[in-house]
């Protein structure tokens, strides 16, 4: 089985224009490379999958004795940050993981969307304009326009229901982005570039795997070889009789 996910690094966004000269903005990441610290077995855990880590410099003195004897099994390098992925169906030809492999950008060449999972940033206490987009009160004097008024709690039901909309911690939540296009691949460098935003600050931790829905080619929009929408119309219309 192979790998469908791989660690990586938010590097920052920017934009490309591709042939026909639009524009697309991109978000530039490092993928990888990981190592395979272990792999799950439906056998000895209950389910597949394969643990990976991002291959950094780590000290060994920030390494714990239960870490490195993990690390020493598989023969893999220290390393910070540890994911589970999913496992894929082997193709023709194509070698079965095992621990200890590496795992580099690469395994996305033949994909055209994937799904990204990253933590979003922090932005501290918050009210509820901010944090849920409510509409706030009158802004004249006298007025606290950020303020949400009454929550409805009165001798009925003389509490706050679960999931209440107040004000509270925004942010540093795990996010996922689904289907964002490839739009390049650096196989020398391990970067990717997809087209729209990543959740995270520069240099945050993201997960990276195959799309596992993505979306099908509209027609009319899959390139030259489709038909051209005006003409097939204009063939399926009944012809006039003279």
């Given amino acids: 089985m192979s790998v469908t996910g791989i660690l990586g690094k938010k590097i920052g966004m920017t934009q490309i224009f591709d042939e026909k000269g639009d524009v697309h903005p991109i978000t530039v990441l490092q993928a990888g490379p990981c190592v395979i610290t272990q792999l799950k077995t439906a056998a000895r855990d209950g389910y597949e999958a ?17 870490q490195a004897g993990h690390f020493a099994k598989a ?18 030809g ?30 501290g ?10 509409g ?10 950020q303020v949400q008024g009454s929550i409805g709690a009165s001798s009925f039901p003389s509490r706050v229901f679960p999931g209440q909309r107040m004000p509270g911690h ?28 990543v959740p995270g600050p520069r240099d ?10 993505p979306p ?17 119309s204009k063939k399926a219309a009944p012809s006039k009789k003279k």
């Fill in 94 to 123: 194509e070698e079965a993981a095992k621990a200890g492999d590496r795992i580099l950008v690469d395994i996305f060449e033949s994909e055209k969307f994937v799904d990204v999972i990253g933590t979003s940033k922090g932005r």
């Fill in 216 to 232: 099908r080619e509209r027609r009319g929009f899959a390139g030259s070889g489709t038909l051209d929408p005006l003409k097939a």
């Fill in 136 to 145: 706030g009160g009158p802004k004249s004097h006298g007025h606290m326009f």
């Fill in 50 to 66: 394969a643990q990976i880590g991002l291959v950094e410099f780590v000290k060994a003195s920030r390494v714990i004795k239960p």
């Fill in 204 to 213: 945050g931790y993201v997960l990276i795997s195959k799309a596992k829905a």
């Fill in 125 to 134: 206490f918050a009210g509820v304009v901010r944090r849920h987009g409510f």
């Fill in 170 to 197: 925004m942010g540093v939540d795990q996010v996922t982005v689904r289907n964002l296009r490839i739009r390049g691949i650096d196989v020398e460098e391990n970067l990717i570039m997809v087209e729209g935003a």
């Fill in 75 to 92: 023969d893999a390098p220290p390393v910070r940050e540890i994911r589970e992925v999913a496992l894929d169906s082997l193709a023709e």
